[in-house]
């Protein structure tokens, strides 16, 4: 599975059970939770009119959407939101206490963020279990109208979006990956000193 993820940008209009939606959705929530304070959200856009919603509200005026760019968008955004209150809320307990991270800015890393992540990664790779095709990207534009839109808690921010469908039949790899090779292992690995 691991092997055969890659990004995919087109997608067929076609859409994606829910039952199919709720089994990734599934996967998602079993990722790595700090302190199990099981604090990332998902927003799921997976109707026309609020999937048209959100392209809408993140369309950038410096950078308008060209004519029929969204014709192969995904059916299906899910926005992983990590919900920080959850996590300082379960480092207060008194099993946790003793660490000393009741506060956000007492974490060297925000774990919230870092769950939300991984809770992405996995649906990307529960995509791939489903036949689907994933897309990882980021809001650029909108975010604040995004969240107050669809109701999203004041405090909360999603961390990016997964987009989901069907790959178009002649969907091939764009982007960065195409034209850059990946580092050998050997680069990146650094065993017992830099």
């Known amino acids: 599975m691991i092997r055969h ?4 940008h087109r997608f067929a209009p076609t859409s994606v059970a829910p039952e199919v939606v709720d089994r990734i959705l599934d996967v998602g929530r079993r990722g ?5 304070a099981q604090g990332v959200e998902f927003l799921v856009l997976d109707t026309p009119g609020t999937v048209g919603a959100f392209w809408e509200l993140t369309e950038d005026p410096a950078f308008p959407t060209e004519p029929g760019e969204l014709d192969d968008a995904p059916p299906v955004l899910i926005l992983p939101i990590p919900d920080r209150a959850r996590y300082l809320a379960r480092y207060s307990e008194p099993d946790k206490a003793p660490f000393g991270l009741q506060e ?3 974490w060297p890393v925000p774990f919230w ?35 107050r839109r669809f109701g999203v808690p004041e405090g909360m921010r999603p ?25 050998p292992l050997a680069d990146l690995v650094h065993r017992n000193t830099w």
């Open 32 to 36: 790595p939770s700090a302190g199990f």
């Open 159 to 183: 961390i990016g979006v997964v987009g989901l469908g069907t790959a178009i039949a002649d969907e091939t790899p764009t982007g960065s990956g195409t034209s850059r090779p990946r580092r």
């Open 5 to 8: 993820r890659r990004m995919v």
């Open 113 to 147: 963020d870092t769950d939300a992540a991984m809770a992405a990664m996995l649906l990307l790779l529960a995509a791939v279990d489903e036949g689907l095709g994933g897309w990882f990207f980021g809001i650029a534009y909108g975010q604040d109208a995004v969240c």
């Open 104 to 106: 956000a800015e007492a």
